[in-house]
C-alpha cells in the first residue's frame, strides 16, 4: 500500500524559509512524476510545482524564482524548499503521487508576523 507522508511545515516569518518534505512508500516513485499543491482558507487546492521522473521542473507564477521542487529517488522523497516567504503563501500543502493518484495528508504552512 503507498502511503505518503509530509513533514517539514510550520510558523515562519515573512521572508522567511521553509522545507518541506514528502517520503513515498512503495515502488515506481522513481518512474512517477511528483507535485506540490496547496489549498488556502475557503480557496480551492491550486498546483505549487512537479517533477518530472525525468527531472523536468514547473512551478506556478506566483512562486517561480522562490520556490525549488527536488526529489531523491534514492530516498522515495520529494522536498519543496520555499524562500521568500509572503503570507499568502499561508496554506496547507500537499504531496501528490500522480503514477497512482496518491495524496498526502497535508502540512500547514503559515506565513505570518
Known amino acids: 500500500q503507498v502511503q505518503l507522508v509530509e513533514s517539514g511545515g510550520g510558523l515562519v516569518q515573512p521572508g522567511g524559509s521553509l522545507r518541506l518534505s514528502c517520503a513515498v512508500s512503495?515502488?515506481?516513485?522513481?518512474?512517477?512524476?511528483m507535485g506540490w499543491y496547496r489549498q488556502a482558507p475557503g480557496k480551492q487546492r491550486e498546483l505549487v510545482a512537479t517533477?518530472?521522473?525525468?527531472?523536468?521542473?514547473n512551478y506556478a507564477n506566483s512562486v517561480k524564482g522562490r520556490f525549488t521542487i527536488s526529489r531523491d529517488n534514492a530516498k522515495n522523497t520529494v522536498y519543496l524548499q520555499m524562500n521568500s516567504l509572503k503570507p499568502e503563501d499561508t496554506a496547507v500543502y500537499y504531496c501528490?503521487?500522480?503514477?497512482?493518484?496518491?495524496w498526502g495528508q497535508g502540512t500547514q504552512v503559515t506565513v505570518s508576523s
Open positions: 501528490h503521487y500522480y503514477r497512482y493518484d496518491y
Open positions: 512503495g515502488s515506481a516513485f522513481s518512474i512517477s512524476a
Open positions: 517533477i518530472a521522473s525525468g527531472g523536468g521542473t
